[in-house]
């Protein structure tokens, strides 16, 4: 039985390299998007198997767009790509219930297998993902109705930080010195009793901070 999907990318040669990628197997593209909203548009249309969904796009990134998807279609399979192994765009899928979670540079057979699994209504995460996802919603301190206090400053930088920024992009952002984001981020993580970046993403998202 073929798999139908929407694959949705901001680079045309990704999604033409995904259409390679998945010719000649039980895998095919139905429809696909720039933006996430127009994956959004798409999806008002038509019902893939599989929705595949990068990180990082202009006008709705596909984080903002799995958000809309899980409470629209809840049960509607999402598959996360990114360039970019950022921990905390991994930490937000997780939280907001993607399928899985996949790099742009795994290899071909892996990326087919993952597509294969969510469409059959299993997981798709990578094994030190899930050791690193477990073990950040296991620490009692991220219970989200724990109350913290953070200063204004400090809730500016965690809400960035849980986009998936560095602290060069964090600083840029806000107009403050990149040694003032460490400084930051490091009193953050202390106060939230966190031992990295990715367990303070899962907990600003918890806590509907991002």
Request: net charge neutral.
């Amino acid at each position: 039985m073929s798999i139908s999907t929407l694959i949705a990318d901001d680079h045309e040669v990704v999604r033409r390299g995904f259409a390679y990628l998945f010719s000649g197997n039980d895998i095919h593209i139905i429809a696909e998007a720039a933006t996430g909203k127009e994956a959004l548009d798409h999806l008002s249309r038509i019902r893939p198997d599989v929705v595949i969904l990068d990180v990082r796009m202009v006008d709705c990134d596909g984080l903002a767009a799995l958000e809309t998807i899980r409470d629209r279609y809840a049960d509607l399979p999402v598959l996360m790509i990114s360039g970019n192994d950022n921990p905390t765009y991994i930490a937000r899928a997780f939280a907001l219930g993607a399928n899985g979670f996949l790099s742009k540079r795994a290899p071909g057979e892996q990326i087919v297998a993952a597509v294969r699994k969510v469409a059959a209504g299993e997981k798709a995460w990578a094994p030190e993902d899930m050791r690193r996802l477990t073990g950040a919603l296991s620490t009692p301190r991220l219970d989200a109705d724990v109350e913290v206090s953070l200063t204004r400053r400090e809730g500016e930088v965690l809400r960035q930080l849980a986009f998936g920024l560095t602290n060069k992009e964090i600083a840029q952002t806000l107009g403050i010195s990149y040694e003032t984001v460490k400084e930051h981020v490091q009193h953050t993580l202390r106060k939230l009793a966190v031992t990295d970046r990715t367990q303070a993403a899962v907990w600003a998202v918890r806590k509907g901070l991002v």
